[in-house]
């Protein structure tokens, strides 16, 4: 089944999403399977990107008009991505730079390979860097570190909560007093764990 997602940048109705709409019912999105944001990409407060990521199942496909309308940046457009392809969905990108990455295909997976990389290095870079300040910070008796904003139990919570399709992601925010930003580092939309979720349970 093909499920779509648009998102415009602004609420104020001054960007319209007709144009998104138009290419993804000309690549076989039923209008009532599109899932629509008014929102800026680098908010984490996407629901209808929630609800389009909750409602996909193995053997879908995401169809999306760019791939900017999916990523806040490049690493959580991979770790979007990886997450589909984990649970056997794939991504199509009608337009843009993008528009070679089919991951139903061998040639489109290998293009997502190399954003995929891409994010691997800048994140390997990002670590490399706090490394060395977390060095020096001790070099100069200063520690640190950023400590986890969820417990073992609250982890175990967050996941059961994800698993279910009737869960307020909102709602279970507010519970564990945190952002979806902040969640989505623990575990994924269906419940599965990410790092943080894993080094928490680890530790």
């Known amino acids: 089944m093909l499920i779509g997602y648009a998102r415009v940048s602004k609420a104020d109705g001054s960007q319209t999403l007709d144009l998104q709409r138009d290419a993804l019912m000309a690549a076989g999105v039923e209008p009532d399977r599109i899932y629509e944001d008014r929102a800026s990409g680098a ?8 609800s389009c990521l909750r409602s996909l199942r193995e053997g ?3 169809v999306v008009w760019k791939l900017d309308r999916l990523g806040r940046n490049l690493a959580h457009l991979v770790g979007t991505v990886q997450d589909l392809s984990d649970r056997g ?3 199509r990108v009608l337009a843009g730079q993008g528009a070679q990455i089919d991951t139903t295909t061998a040639g489109g997976r290998l293009v997502f390979g ?3 990389a891409l994010a691997e290095f800048e994140r390997e870079l990002i670590r490399e860097r706090t490394i060395a300040g977390l060095k020096a910070a001790r070099a100069r008796g200063r520690t640190g570190g950023r ?13 059961v909560a994800m698993r ?3 869960t307020s992601v909102a709602e279970l925010c507010r519970e564990l007093g945190i952002g979806r930003g902040t969640l989505y580092r623990y575990v994924d939309p269906g419940g599965r764990l990410r790092d943080h979720g894993k080094r928490v349970l680890d530790g």
């Open 89 to 91: 969905v794939g991504l």
């Open 164 to 166: 279910r399709r009737d």
């Open 147 to 159: 400590k986890f904003a969820l417990s073992k139990a609250q982890v175990r919570l967050a996941q």
């Open 60 to 62: 879908d496909v995401l």
């Open 43 to 50: 908010k984490d407060d996407r629901p209808g990107l929630e």
């Open 114 to 116: 190399i954003f995929a």
